[in-house]
């Protein structure tokens, strides 16, 4: 019992000794008032120096919480029509996505997998466009496809041809089955890029600054990671759900 209540009492003060790193003068105080500069504190750290890594780890995934749980509602509601797998799929993955990225190109492939191994997946797709002029307008052009009901079309023909331009656009969106016509006085509107900031003002606030960029449960997971990790962290969040 007296070990137990002496490595919870280190790993207390231990949170302290971060805070004061990170904290620089403040934080230097309280660690001067604490007390934290004796030799057995020291000699603890010294003998244990694996403990800092895991604790700055879960301080990581603390603040990470913190930033998620009041987007969390917002994050998993779609742009009416901008979702792949199950719409009414238990498990959520959301991606942040651009035309013009070749990561994304290359993950395409991966969320049909985990699409097609995950009857329960919903894919809620944000559309993130922060690399060239015109991947906001494929995604604009996204956006007004999924409001005709062919999102999951175009995302794959737009991917498909390569990075976007006039008419790459335009070729997919045709394929698509997009009616251009249209398309283009709902895109005139304004009412896309309103969705387009919505998304880039949720990816800011995530930390995140590239594509593509995912959360799925608790996590939030930065770059073309593949398949293999976005299948552990779906089998996470299942198994969080159903505990």
Known sequence: MTN???SSSILRWLAIVIIALVGGFGGAAIYDQTGLSGQSTR???LAHPEVLPEAFDVLQKRETLARLEPLKAELETPFPGAIL?????SVTLVEFSDYACGYCRHSVED???LVADNPQLKVVMREYPILTEKSVDAARMALAAAKQGHYAQFHDLMFAMGPP???????????AGVNLDQARKDIATGV????????????????FNGTPSWVIGDQVISG?????RLTDAIKQAQESKAS
């Open 43 to 45: 000699a603890y750290l």
């Open 224 to 228: 073309a990671v593949g398949r293999n």
């Open 165 to 175: 331009t006039d008419e790459t656009i335009a070729a997919a969106a045709t394929k």
């Open 85 to 89: 797998g199950n719409p009414n799929g």
């Open 4 to 6: 137990n209540n002496t």
């Open 192 to 207: 896309f890029d309103q969705q387009l900031q919505a998304n880039s003002a949720i990816a800011q606030q995530l930390g």
């Open 111 to 113: 969320v049909k997998a």
